[in-house]
């Protein structure tokens, strides 16, 4: 979508190594969240972010780290990547509630 | 935490005939209300959305939602379906006070037969 990039697309990694995942806004949003998405879960709140350096933890956040030091920055880290977190991640921003979301195209993380 | 219930997983349905998806969520405090479409190995793009006034709003490509505050349901119609509609269907809700966070359902799929 326009004005929120993810990097990268694919990605094969192997168990038990680091990997990040960016997420790239150009819209300014105050708001920026990070989803995963599971077939027959839907999507699942991971970590979000209210402001730079303000951050807090989803539903599924064990595993899973993030950062923001920039507003159009949103970084997600699995610290030792496992095969259950083989998934697709969808970026999203937001600037209020009454807007709703605009998503990434996803990142299809796959961890042999 | 709200609740998101979308009741039907996999909705098969012939071309032009009409589809119903059903979304009912938990909470019956102020919401805000959407449908989210996903096409195959794309993001989510917002489809409509509720936040007040009329109970029932539509989308440009002909689909349309109808919120009922009493059964806490938005559900979503077409009288007619295409081959270009065959997606997957997430419904969301945004409820006050929970720091513009979303919840969603586990998604429809929506299956256009020719």
């Known amino acids: 979508d326009a004005g929120i990039t993810q990097s990268p697309r694919h990605k094969v990694t192997e168990t038990g190594t680091p990997v990040t995942l960016r997420c790239h806004q150009t819209?300014?949003?105050?708001?920026m969240y990070w989803y995963r998405q599971d077939p027959g879960h839907g999507l699942r709140l991971i970590h979000y972010?209210?402001?730079?350096?303000?951050?807090d933890k989803g539903e599924v956040s064990d595993g899973y780290s993030v950062s923001r030091s920039k507003t159009e920055d949103f970084l997600l880290t699995l610290e030792s990547a496992t095969s259950s977190q083989t998934s697709v991640y969808f970026c999203?921003?937001?600037?209020?509630?009454?807007?709703?979301?605009?998503f990434g195209s996803g990142t299809r993380l796959t961890v042999v | 935490a709200q609740s998101v219930t979308q009741l039907d997983s996999q909705v098969p349905v012939f071309e032009e005939a009409p589809v119903e998806l059903r979304c009912n969520y938990s909470?019956?405090?102020?919401?805000?209300l959407f449908w989210y479409v996903q096409y195959p190995n794309q993001g989510l793009q917002l489809l409509l959305k509720?936040?007040?006034?009329?109970?029932l709003v539509k989308s440009i490509n002909g689909f349309e939602a109808e919120f009922n505050k009493s059964q806490t349901s938005f559900h979503l119609r077409k009288p007619s379906v295409h081959i270009s509609d065959t997606a997957e269907y997430f419904c969301?809700?945004?409820?006050?006070?929970?720091?513009?966070?979303?919840?969603f359902g586990t998604g429809t799929s929506l299956t256009v037969i020719p």
């Open positions: 999203a921003i937001s600037d209020a509630r009454a807007y709703g979301y605009t």
């Open positions: 819209e300014n949003h105050r708001y």
């Open positions: 972010s209210y402001g730079v350096k303000d951050t």
């Open positions: 909470s019956s405090v102020s919401v805000y």
């Open positions: 509720y936040l007040s006034g009329s109970t």
């Open positions: 969301a809700v945004s409820e006050t006070g929970t720091g513009n966070q979303f919840y």
